[in-house]
């Protein structure tokens, strides 16, 4: 089954605090699958773990994902005593009374007014139990992504199938060409093989390739034999359960070659247009696959 690249979707999970986490998230066309996390801070140490979750469910595309909170409050920080700061300050204080001959004792105040003395450390949830309360926010938006991806896929699939029964029948029509251009070179080369045996000498190794030359450019079946090979893979390809989107466009790369040889070998008014009508739509087709994953 065909997906598409471009899709959007959200998601929704509870936190054990009472809020919400939210997220949303953008899929458009791309060579590689390339993440992009707009992460709140609390979420970073697991930006790696939803890049994989991801790569399990996508394998192409540029991937937009926000993630946002509502009324999730963080702890209060944890007040941590620098107790070697501590001693410091007190082996000072007390080399100062000696000195000065002072008692009097300065109270807390001034030394806990002192960042460095007394600290704060974040009273953050562990890696897992955030996980735990995102995960299901991020299978939502994933959910939804892929069922817009997998409805967009299906209407590409059915253009692209009317597109290969319209390039099919111009392969074949040029392909049934074939037995009027071999007369047409044969005529041709009879000229030339009549010219050659007006020379009192003619040459023999010259009459060979002569032949050898315009019996290689008279016959293009073998590529339509090719083309219509590359057709049918490409119609296996729009059932596959896996991301063909590549080896699509490897196909039509194929497709292209064969339409070039074939237009080489047919100089005629009536066959170059069938050729410029065939790569017309294999290019339209190439438009369309850029999207497919």
Not at 202 to 231: F, G, N, W, Y
Request: aromatic share 4%; proline share 5%; charged share 30%.
């Amino acid at each position: 089954m065909l997906k598409s690249m471009t899709a959007y979707g959200r998601g929704q999970s509870p936190t054990p605090e009472g809020g919400s986490w939210h997220v949303e998230l953008r899929t458009v066309n791309s060579r590689y699958l390339d993440h992009h996390l707009r992460l709140p801070p609390g979420l970073m140490g697991l930006e790696d773990r939803i890049k994989k979750y991801l790569g399990q469910r996508l394998t192409r595309g540029r991937v937009n994902l926000t993630v946002t909170s509502s009324g999730v409050t963080s702890a209060p920080p944890r007040l941590v005593l620098n107790k070697g700061l501590v001693k410091e300050y007190r082996r000072v204080l007390e080399e100062l009374k000696r000195e000065l001959g002072v008692e009097t004792d300065p109270g807390l105040a001034p030394f806990l007014a002192n960042r460095d003395l007394v600290l704060a450390e974040e009273n953050a949830a562990s890696l897992d139990e955030l996980w735990a309360a995102l995960e299901p926010a991020l299978a939502g938006a994933l959910d939804e992504a892929e069922a817009m991806r997998a409805a967009e896929g299906a209407a590409l699939a059915q253009d692209l199938g009317e597109r290969l029964d319209r390039l099919e029948r111009l392969f074949k029509e040029v392909g049934g060409r074939s037995p009027e251009l071999v007369e047409n070179y044969r005529q041709r080369l009879q000229e030339r093989i009549a010219k050659i045996m007006e020379d009192p000498q003619p040459d023999p190794q010259r009459l060979a390739l002569e032949v050898a030359v315009m019996a290689d450019r008279c016959d293009i079946t073998e590529e339509a034999v090719r083309a219509a090979s590359h057709i049918e893979q490409f119609r296996a390809f729009l059932q596959a359960e896996e991301a063909v989107g590549r080896k699509l466009d490897f196909l039509i790369q194929e497709l292209n070659r064969e339409a070039n040889t074939m237009g080489s070998k047919s100089p005629d008014a009536d066959m170059a247009q069938h050729i410029v009508e065939i790569k017309a739509e294999l290019e339209r087709v190439r438009e369309q696959i850029q999207n497919i994953e």
